[in-house]
Structures are given as C-alpha cells and as structure tokens.
C-alpha cells in the first residue's frame, strides 16, 4: 500500500515546485492538478529524474593488476550512492 504522507506540511509547495522543473528537465509536459493522460514511461522518468537529483550515484572506474595472471589488466567499477 503506497503512502503518500508529507511528514512536512509546509514543504508541499516545495516539492510541487521540484517536480514540476524536474519534468521539464526530462521534457514532460506536466501541469497543475490530475496528470491521467501521462504513460507510465513519463511519470516514471519524471520520479527518475527527481530520485537522482536527490540521491546522485557516482560512478568511478579503477584499473588494477590482475592478480592471476601476470601483466594483464582489469577494469573494476565502484557505484556509490550518495545521501544528502
């Protein structure tokens, strides 16, 4: 059961305002009030874009030794997520 309780009352317009400019960024025509003529895709992308404003992952790639077998290499990748 979803649950779509502001714990921030006061915050609400806030968050009307960061999902608004997070739809145009993604290009989503979104308006004021009930948005039942949008595809799954394009409320989904606009929930997307709002998670990774939010809660960014940062990508770093290293290159080590191979310890198997002597002068090859492997690319190893590290995905951090990052709270704010």
């Not at 997070?22 to 799954?40: C, F, H, I, R």
């Given at each position: 059961?979803?649950?779509?309780?502001?714990?921030?009352?006061?915050?609400?317009?806030?968050?009307?305002?960061f999902k608004?400019?997070s739809?145009?960024?993604?290009?989503v025509?979104?308006?004021n009030?009930y948005?039942?003529?949008l595809?799954?895709?394009?409320?989904?992308?606009?929930?997307?874009?709002?998670?990774?404003i939010v809660c960014p992952v940062r990508?770093?790639?290293?290159e080590?030794q191979?310890?198997?077998?002597?002068?090859?290499?492997?690319v190893?990748t590290?995905e951090?997520?990052?709270?704010v």
């Amino acid at each position: 059961m979803a649950r779509n309780n502001i714990l921030v009352p006061q915050a609400k317009e806030a968050l009307e305002k960061f999902k608004m400019e997070s739809a145009a960024e993604v290009g989503v025509n979104l308006k004021n009030g009930y948005n039942g003529d949008l595809t799954s895709k394009q409320a989904g992308s606009v929930g997307g874009q709002m998670v990774n404003i939010v809660c960014p992952v940062r990508t770093v790639k290293c290159e080590r030794q191979n310890r198997v077998v002597a002068g090859h290499r492997t690319v190893v990748t590290y995905e951090v997520g990052v709270g704010v």
